[in-house]
């Protein structure tokens, strides 16, 4: 049975204009059906939290501007759960604000948090995973996250350490935290590949609300006071314009710099189910079905000859002739056009701007 103190907290105010034309400011890519199946990113998200947890439970973090389309996409979540922050502040004051409310109605709250924009590959090994962790959370002191194995020595992922001399004695499949890592230059990278103890830094994170708030009381005690004194007003008229007022108060930074690095209590749960936060078309194409010749094709009519290792996304066109291309992104969204070689993609959010 799903039990009725798990929590999900979803990150969703990210802008993400890497995947230009697709992703805009109007609307982020957690929005935009990436891969082509008729669901967007923040749907699939909750599609895999299925049995997990009950959806009056699930929580969405996101601005002002995107709520609207978090309610027309999520019509099942109840619309005050729909948490919005009037200004952005990093995950550390986003996950402190939706921590403290959840914990204000439910003291045995365990909760999962999530950004919204992921991808998951193999939903049922990420349900067993993050209901093992759950049960790991629910009556430990422990925060635990989520670290991906590596398949690539990938540079703009952050990496885990973990010490895996001795498992917890409650689960097998976790470990203590040695230290977490910036995100490294390829020679770094490839190092952390031949040992077996690096893992990607998911920015998944699981806990119970009384060990998330003593840790933010501990570690961020500015923070702390800022939520507890606005604990009197959740659930009431009057919370949005509290929260408009003083969420700007708190300091820019992420959970990670804010608790995580700090914290003694501090495990991970090595997994591998076919994770990517998605951050580039070429992250995409590495999780995407490709034909015989690399090619990823998204979209109804695209006709591939002698190209190779291409993406291309073209939802609204009838039908699309690609010839000789190879390495290249080929995506179509709301009359523009991108066509970019993978190794230029880093330029990509110059001409979004514009």
């Not at 059906?33 to 947890?53: A, H, K, S, Y």
């Not at 948090?113 to 959370?137: C, G, W």
């Not at 990496?159 to 409650?170: G, M, N, R």
């Not at 609300?209 to 008229?237: D, G, S």
Request: aromatic fraction near 10%; glycine fraction near 6%; proline fraction near 5%.
């Amino acid at each position: 049975m799903i039990s009725d103190n798990n929590h999900l907290v979803i990150m969703a105010g990210g802008i993400g204009s890497r995947f230009w034309p697709m992703s805009t400011q109007e609307c982020p890519k957690q929005f935009i059906d990436v891969m082509g199946c008729g669901r967007t990113l923040i749907q699939l998200t909750v599609d895999r939290f299925e049995g997990v947890c009950p959806k009056e439970n699930i929580w969405v973090v996101t601005s002002d501007k995107y709520a609207g389309i978090v309610h027309e996409q999520l019509p099942e979540i109840p619309e005050n759960n729909i948490l919005k922050e009037p200004c952005r502040r990093n995950t550390a004051p986003c996950i402190a604000y939706v921590c403290w409310k959840i914990k204000a109605r439910n003291p045995k709250a365990n909760v999962v948090v999530t950004p919204s924009d992921h991808v998951v590959m193999n939903v049922k090994e990420f349900q067993r995973v993050i209901s093992s962790a759950l049960d790991y959370t629910q009556n430990s002191d422990a925060i635990l996250t989520l670290g991906m194995k590596p398949t690539r020595p990938e540079t703009g992922y952050g990496y885990i350490e973990a010490d895996l001399s001795s498992a917890s004695t409650s689960n097998s499949e976790i470990y203590r935290v040695d230290s977490f890592k910036e995100k490294p230059d390829v020679e770094t990278a490839e190092r952390y590949i031949r040992q077996n103890n690096y893992y990607w830094n998911a920015g998944i994170f699981i806990w119970n609300v009384n060990t998330i708030v003593n840790a933010f009381r501990i570690y961020q005690p500015e923070i702390a006071e800022i939520f507890t004194n606005l604990m009197p007003h959740f659930y009431t008229p009057s919370e949005q314009q509290e929260i408009d007022t003083h969420f700007p108060e708190c300091p820019n930074i992420s959970v990670d710099y804010a608790i995580l690095e700090k914290s003694d209590e501090i495990y991970v749960f090595p997994a591998d189910f076919g994770w990517s936060d998605l951050g580039t078309w070429g992250s995409l194409h590495v999780q995407m079905s490709k034909d015989l010749a690399g090619n990823v094709c998204i979209g109804s009519d695209i006709n591939m000859y002698e190209s190779h290792d291409c993406i291309v996304h073209t939802m609204q066109e009838k039908k699309v002739v690609i010839i000789g291309l190879n390495g290249y992104i080929v995506a179509e969204n709301n009359e523009q056009l991108l066509i970019c070689k993978f190794e230029d993609e880093q330029r990509i959010k110059k001409f979004s701007d514009q």
